[in-house]
């Protein structure tokens, strides 16, 4: 499968952003998708993750806990993030990415496939 993200920008702290991620290929039903993000000079960090199929559960990051929110459209073969009331520290090229064993893994090392990021910048 490939995944390509949109919808990054430049946005001020407080404001909110859609992330999408598009996948091409088969079964996109069946992967596990999740989020990452990777700030200037640190880790790739785990941000959120939904389950396979129906969608119906969901982990985020403590960090982005209450403010984000991941949801997925298996007949548009798309995966969300809205990004509510951004902070300065949430900063960093966010990735998707997809998994095959359905284990809503928080680690980076899990997922099989990625998408090639998009950036989000907030300003203070």
């Known amino acids: 499968v490939q995944l390509q993200a949109s919808g990054g920008g430049l946005v001020q702290a407080g404001g909110s952003l859609r992330l999408s991620c598009v996948a091409s290929?088969?079964?996109?039903?069946?992967?596990?998708m999740g989020w990452f993000r990777q700030a200037p000079g640190k880790e790739r960090e785990f941000v959120a993750v939904?389950?396979?199929?129906?969608?119906?559960?969901?982990r985020y990051a403590d960090s982005v806990t209450g403010r984000f929110t991941i949801s997925r459209d298996n007949a548009k073969k798309m995966v969300y993030l809205q990004m509510n009331s951004l902070k300065p520290e949430d900063t960093a090229v966010y990735y998707c990415?997809?998994?095959?064993?359905?284990?809503?893994?928080?680690?980076?090392?899990?997922?099989?496939?990625w998408g090639q990021g998009t950036l989000v910048t907030v300003s203070s």
């Open positions: 990415a997809a998994e095959r064993t359905a284990l809503l893994s928080s680690r980076a090392s899990a997922y099989d496939y």
């Open positions: 290929g088969s079964f996109f039903n069946n992967y596990v």
């Open positions: 939904i389950s396979n199929n129906d969608g119906g559960s969901a």
